[in-house]
Each structure stands twice: as structure tokens, then as C-alpha cells.
């Protein structure tokens, strides 16, 4: 990758295939490239090299303005921090991607999103009266309701706490299933990562040798 310091190479040799509809756990220690990768995938950050493919599509070449398109039908990405506009109800946070795609129903559906996550009961409120893990449960719903091809989720249950984050765990799998979404997660935690179909381990840029394995059952 491009920096102010010459190019860097976080990510190296990197060859990943990902199923329709698969859940995939990153794991990998801190420094080891898992949100860098997550980056390339969303087209926030540009490889020197190699291809990254959705959906058949070749994405690597796109301009600035097909990549943020790209984005708004096709990824939703759920951060660590939450990333909601505080000035900005919590519908009008979830309606906000759906409108700019030119969604007629946009508020409709931004309801429904946020009724599937337990909150239609604070749809008027402003992100700074909510909770940390009622926050992050409007991040999911804005992340679902345009319901993309894929999700990736950066750690993000990283600010909240171990009950709170097992509910939005809970909730973003059960959505998963429900809308049939391809998953990337990234986490430290490898019991958390055994929830998914498999599981990537990370490490110098790599994906370790013998590290592509399929999740254990519960």
C-alpha cells in the first residue's frame, strides 16, 4: 500500500476465496494485517498489486466514484467504533445509505432494520442517548438494511462489553442467516470465530501455512 513514508507492504501473497453465503472468521494477532485486508476488500484502500474480485466483478481498477457505489450496494461494513452522524436520529441514520441509493421506501425499510435488531422503540433518539451497545445495533441495521452481497464486521464487538456484545453477536449472525449475506469478521477472539463456516488465520501479511480451517461445532 501507498503511504507518506513509501509504499508499505502489510499484505503479502494474500490468495483468498470466499463462497456466496459463507461466513468467514479472520483471526490473526494485533499488527497482522486483518483490518488492512478488510480495506482492499471495501475498496478504501488500494493494493499495489494482485485483483480483488466480487461477485465476478473485477474491483481493483474502479475510480473513486464506482468504488463508493460499489459500497452502497453491494458491502456493508460494521466498524469498532460505531460511526454514527450524532446529529442524526437513529432512523435517519439507518435511512441515510438507502436514500442516497434512491430507495423510495427508504424509511420504511430503515424501520423494518431497525425493528429486526430490538430498537423500534428508540427510532427518534440521537446516538449520544443511546447506549454503546444500542449504537452498535444501529450500525448493524444501517449495515444490513440495503441488504448487501457482503458484510464485513471489524471487531465489532471491540467496544462493548462481554453480555452486550454476545447479544450483538447474536443479532448479527441471526441476520446473516436471515438475508443470506456473505460474511468477513474479523476478531481476536477465536471462540468467537469458531461461529463461523471457517475460519483465516493472519500473520506477517500472510494467511498461515495450514491456518484455513472450518470452524469447530458447538
Not at 450524532?86 to 435517519?92: C, K, R
Not at 443511546?130 to 438494511?145: I, W, Y
Not at 450483538?168 to 463461523?196: N, W
Request: glycine share 8%; hydrophobic share 45%.
Amino acid at each position: 500500500m501507498p503511504s507518506a513514508a513509501g509504499q508499505v507492504n502489510i499484505l503479502r501473497g494474500i490468495d483468498l476465496d470466499i463462497a456466496k453465503e459463507e461466513a468467514v472468521g479472520l483471526v490473526g494477532p494485533s499488527g497482522s494485517g486483518k483490518t488492512s485486508l478488510l480495506m482492499v476488500l471495501a475498496g478504501l484502500e488500494r493494493a499495489t498489486s494482485g485483483s480483488v474480485m466480487l461477485d465476478g466483478r473485477e474491483i481493483t481498477a474502479l475510480n473513486e466514484d464506482s468504488l463508493a457505489k460499489l459500497r452502497r450496494d453491494r458491502i456493508g461494513i460494521v466498524f469498532q467504533a460505531f460511526h454514527l452522524i450524532p446529529t442524526m436520529t437513529a432512523l435517519e441514520n439507518v435511512a441515510i445509505p438507502l436514500e442516497l441509493a434512491a430507495v423510495r421506501n427508504a424509511n420504511v425499510r430503515a424501520r423494518a432494520a431497525l425493528d429486526a435488531v430490538g430498537l423500534s422503540h428508540r427510532l427518534t433518539h440521537l446516538p449520544g442517548q443511546l447506549s454503546g451497545g444500542e449504537q452498535q445495533r444501529v450500525a448493524l441495521a444501517r449495515a444490513f438494511a440495503p441488504e448487501p452481497a457482503l458484510l464485513l464486521a471489524d471487531e465489532p464487538t471491540g467496544n462493548l462489553d462481554h453480555a452486550t456484545g454476545e447479544t450483538v453477536i447474536d443479532l448479527l449472525f441471526a441476520l446473516r442467516r436471515r438475508t443470506g449475506t456473505t460474511l468477513l469478521l474479523i476478531t481476536h477472539d477465536r471462540e468467537l470465530a469458531t461461529r463461523c463456516d471457517r475460519q483465516v488465520h493472519l500473520s506477517d501479511g500472510q494467511v498461515s501455512d495450514g491456518q484455513v480451517e472450518p470452524a469447530v461445532p458447538a
